[in-house]
């Protein structure tokens, strides 16, 4: 995972940029980021694009690992929507039918909250980044091979006190099973098939642990006293259905006109509490770890940045959401041992390139020329989605002001106008103005603070760079 986040940030370099949108699936038929399964591209709800390799297929369950924790989180975000739990609550309560919490090695894990679970910031002793994750050595394998789970990360030393710093960990993500099963009073598959796989039309779905040789050959037999799966890691689902968590996250825990997650906790998700400024972990300045989400932003070849939230396993299984864009991308692999340019990389060279923001009222405000300067224009999408509206101020050849009306219909990224010359009138009278059709226009959004004016009149034609000066299209949690 760690390997995965650096990359997004500073591994992007365009040598596969040449490369069109349309070329994407022999990219991945060739190699070029290692053993996909599965690629999807989701746009409001619509697929945009799709297509499975390496024998997989649409029906095909896969195994997406630590994406296995955003789903985890989002059952506690649904607990906690349902008034059954509090993120700021103590692990002891929940803990305390199986373990003595107020003695040692257990009594300084009971004030670890829910939350600093949800955050990684738990403050238990854990490196799993080390070596790789079927290497005895590795504290998951340690776990796995413990013969209680929740036992062995509940007794493990500390090294910092609760929220004092960041450590993954899939051990304390596993506690979330047993947190929804005391908050809820259901096991977590159950609690997820009632409240969050069945409103998504989740129909298929297993949980097993890694196996080289896959389904049917991993653990099933889940060794802790609940005997519940672990709501860090072994959860298969199709991709299909990842792209339906992605999309309840882009809508804001809406799914199909029902809401599953407060907008507040997908907002919480996506809070950078850890960072560059209190973590090592993290190099770049814009990325970080919410709830069970990592968060970054991301460049692509046209010199663009983007700000994404995505649920990342091992192997490249990854949820990418990008709310500016309203995108969701996923992927399933199998690239255990790939050390080439990952699914990141293919984000950012062959599909980002093509695509432009939705001009929608996101793009209401101020804009203007950096080229000339004390001209502008306003722009209005208005509440229907499609009619725009916009007042050109501009001057003639002879520096006396001009102004033009526009208005015309949104589709896309762009919209099309009707561009009026306004003629007489008289400053703070009722003189009649004058609307003449001078020419036609189309705005094409570039990204969420720059936009291109295209025109044709009568007196010629053009195109205006145009920088955005008041408002904002995205703006990040926290």
């Known amino acids: 995972m760690k390997r995965l986040l650096i990359i997004l940030l500073v591994y992007w370099t365009p040598f596969l940029a040449a490369q069109p949108f349309d070329g994407l699936s022999e990219s991945i038929e060739q190699g070029s980021y290692g053993n996909l399964k599965a690629v999807i591209v989701s746009r409001r709800g619509d697929i945009i694009y799709e297509d499975y390799f390496r024998g997989s297929g649409p029906g095909e369950l896969h195994q997406v690992q630590s994406v296995t924790k955003s789903i985890g989180s989002a059952l506690i975000g649904i607990a906690h929507r349902q008034g059954k739990l509090q993120p700021e609550q103590g692990l002891g309560p929940f803990f305390s039918g199986l373990y003595p919490m107020t003695s040692d090695p257990y009594a300084d894990k009971a004030a670890i909250t829910v939350e600093q679970v949800l ?160 973590s090592d972990f993290f190099t770049d300045p814009d990325s970080g770890h919410g709830y069970q989400w990592w968060i970054a932003k991301i460049p692509d070849v046209r010199g663009r940045s983007w700000h994404v939230y995505f649920a990342s396993g091992w192997g490249s299984q990854v949820i990418f959401v990008l709310p500016e864009l309203d995108l969701v991308v996923v992927t399933t692999a199998d690239n255990y041992d790939y050390n080439g340019p990952n699914v990141d990389v293919m984000l950012a060279t062959q599909i980002l390139p093509v695509l432009n923001p939705r001009l929608d ?118």
């Not at 209005?380 to 501009?394: A, H, L, N």
Request: proline residues 6%; hydrophobic residues 35%.
């Open 119 to 278: 955050q990684q910031r738990h403050g238990i002793a854990w490196d799993e980044a080390s070596v790789d994750y079927r290497n005895p050595l590795n504290p998951v394998q340690q776990m796995i091979n413990s013969g209680d789970w929740y036992q062995y990360v509940s007794t493990r030393p500390t090294d910092a006190p609760p929220g004092g710093k960041f450590s993954y960990s899939t051990g304390a993500s596993t506690l979330m099973s047993r947190i929804v099963r005391v908050a809820t009073g259901m096991g977590p598959e159950a609690f997820a098939v009632q409240e969050l796989f069945g409103p998504l039309g989740l129909a298929q779905y297993h949980w097993e642990g890694y196996s080289p040789d896959g389904m049917g050959h991993g653990l099933t037999d889940w060794p802790n006293p609940d005997e519940d799966p672990p709501l860090g890691f072994g959860l298969w689902l199709r991709a299909r259905d990842m792209v339906r968590i992605g999309e309840l996250y882009l809508q804001g825990g809406v799914y199909q006109g029902r809401r599953l997650l407060d907008q507040s906790w997908v907002d919480a998700s996506w809070v950078r509490y850890s960072h560059s400024g209190n």
């Open 361 to 478: 009222q996101r793009f209401n405000g101020a804009w203007y020329d950096p080229a000339a300067d004390g001209q502008g224009l306003t722009l209005e999408i208005r509440e229907d989605g499609q009619t725009v509206v916009s007042f050109w101020y501009t001057y003639d050849d002879q520096g006396n002001q001009r102004w033009f009306v526009m208005q015309g219909l949104a589709a896309g990224d762009q919209g099309d106008v009707t561009i009026y010359r306004t003629s007489g009138g008289v400053f703070l009278l009722g003189d009649p103005v004058t609307l003449e059709e001078w020419g036609s226009g189309r705005f094409i959004t570039t990204d969420c603070d720059h936009m291109t004016l295209e025109f044709d009149s009568v007196e010629g034609s053009g195109s205006i760079l145009l920088t955005r000066l008041s408002g904002t299209c995205y703006e990040p949690p926290g």
